[in-house]
């Protein structure tokens, strides 16, 4: 199955991937030899002037011996100190050294390697897509390439995972302090474990993540023994012992400030790179610097509830909406968790997002088949209420971020929907709907590309992405620009 979608803006990644990452111990112990080398690269440079120069003496001496007739015999000298018979020898012999079969010219290039290099490449015109799949007890985090000239769409190169991903997020800022300000491609991974997991789309044989933002410590820690004890008897001997001693399972040492249960949701800050946030089932919501992988704020506003959902505002970058399973969604300002506007679902949250095109307003998809829609200005009431799937989840809601009025669900019912919303407080309406042939539908979304406006890509059960091209539809395109 599939289970997280999510589309690369162009450009992102590197056109020719890396096939390894050197970590910053790696790096530095390489920055480390090679000073070394160069030290000693001086030393026996400084060696070798020295030879010369003796060298140059000695052959003064000689010199004057030859001028004197003295003869010098070099028939004991091994073959390759025997100066004079150097003219003796074939001429087709010299550079032979060089030319043997254990000798790479370091000037003629690895076919292979270029080879692989080619097929490798990210032309301009692919789309990518990151897809989180798992089939039996295999799981992926997968970098899908789309050619929207010929429909083609293959996987570049996938990333092999611990656990079962549940959630995944684009990103362009390092989990590094190294050079906060360089931008990559990354994407941050949320799992049934409680550590996220961060890792480098531009490495294809990546082993482990560029870092993980909390999860368990190595080790674990060792919890009391229990069963029978051996006791001393009244008379000073031993009891026979009855059993072995018995050791409970070790408790997991966690990371400070981490999450304790399954990531369920998270959502990249585009305005405040470094800022990452995530939604758990341990009822709680962290934001995450990503540059030193700290949390720096934990708000628990949900209650006892699994938080769902987590989404920043598309233009505030302090406000952050949240969904869960108290059948409610609240939107916060991060700096402070205090103040928190609630509002009302039908059902536990499934997934919520922000209009692009109308900052105020807020959708949220329940798993009652329902999706409303919150003027966050106006707490009274949902501005619309539509029964978008029924008897499935609407598991996911997204709009398109370069078609004002078009938002699109996706549900468990297998269907894609496609809604026109126009005029605040109207009801939207439906314009299309196509069953995407993948099974159950968890995960979807739209292109980020301006040129490529009516892509949109999901995912589901039978573990295949789906592409459609939207515009196909006739008169679709044009009824949303003549709106």
Not at 225 to 243: A, E, H, M, V
Request: hydrophobic share 35%.
């Amino acid at each position: 199955m599939i289970c997280a979608v999510s589309f690369i803006p162009s450009g992102s990644c590197r056109r020719d991937p890396l096939r390894y990452e050197l970590s910053p111990e790696e790096a530095e112990a390489l920055r480390l030899a090679a000073e070394a080398k160069e030290e000693f690269a001086d030393d026996s440079r400084a060696e070798a002037l020295e030879t010369v120069e003796n060298e140059g003496e000695e052959n003064e001496d000689i010199e004057e011996d030859d001028a004197e007739g003295i003869d010098h015999d070099t028939s004991e000298l091994p073959p390759e100190l025997r100066m004079d018979e150097y003219d003796d020898q074939d001429e087709t012999m010299l550079g032979a050294a060089f030319k043997g079969d254990n000798i790479e010219d370091p000037l003629v290039g690895d076919d292979d390697e270029g080879s692989d290099q080619e097929e490798n490449r990210i032309e301009s015109g692919d789309m990518l897509i990151i897809s989180a799949r798992t089939d039996d007890d295999q799981s992926l985090l997968e970098l899908n390439c789309y050619d929207p000239e010929n429909g083609n769409m293959w996987v570049h190169h996938d990333i092999a995972l611990a656990a079962f991903p549940l959630a995944i997020s684009f990103m362009d800022c390092a989990p590094r302090t190294i050079d906060p300000g360089s931008a990559g491609a990354f994407v941050a991974v949320g799992t049934f474990k409680p550590g996220i997991e961060i890792w480098n789309l531009d490495v294809i044989d990546a082993l482990e993540p560029s870092a993980v933002l909390g999860g368990e410590i190595d080790g674990g820690m060792s919890a009391a023994n229990y069963g029978p004890q051996q006791q001393p008897s009244s008379g000073g001997k031993k009891r026979k012992k009855k059993g072995k001693k018995k050791k409970a399972p070790s408790a997991p040492v966690m990371v400070p400030d981490s999450h304790t249960d399954a990531v369920l949701a998270l959502d990249w800050n585009r305005h405040q790179r470094q800022m990452l946030a995530s939604a758990s089932a341990d009822t709680t919501v962290k934001m995450w610097d990503v540059t030193s992988q700290q949390c720096f704020h934990t708000c628990r506003h949900h209650g006892v509830d699994k938080v769902a959902a987590v989404r920043w505002h598309s233009t505030e970058a302090s406000v952050l909406a949240t969904g869960a399973y108290d059948k409610s969604v609240a939107v916060l300002d991060v700096r402070s968790c205090e103040k928190v506007t609630r509002f009302a679902m039908t059902a536990d949250l499934e997934d919520i997002a922000w209009d692009p095109h109308n900052p105020a307003l807020l959708v949220a998809a329940a798993e009652d088949g329902m999706v409303r829609c919150f003027d966050v200005r106006n707490t009274a009431q949902p501005l619309w209420s539509l029964q978008a799937h029924r008897e499935e989840a609407a598991s996911t809601v997204c709009f398109a971020p370069h078609i004002p009025g078009l938002v699109a669900t996706a549900s468990t019912d297998k269907t894609v929907k496609l809604w026109r919303t126009t005029g605040e407080g109207a009801v939207p309406t439906l314009v299309s709907s196509k069953e995407m042939a993948v099974g159950k539908l968890f995960s979807m979304g739209w292109s980020t590309e301006a040129s490529q406006p009516w892509t949109l890509a999901c995912g589901g059960s039978k573990g295949q992405l789906a592409i459609w091209e939207a515009d196909e539809q006739a008169g679709l395109a044009e009824s949303f620009q003549q709106s």
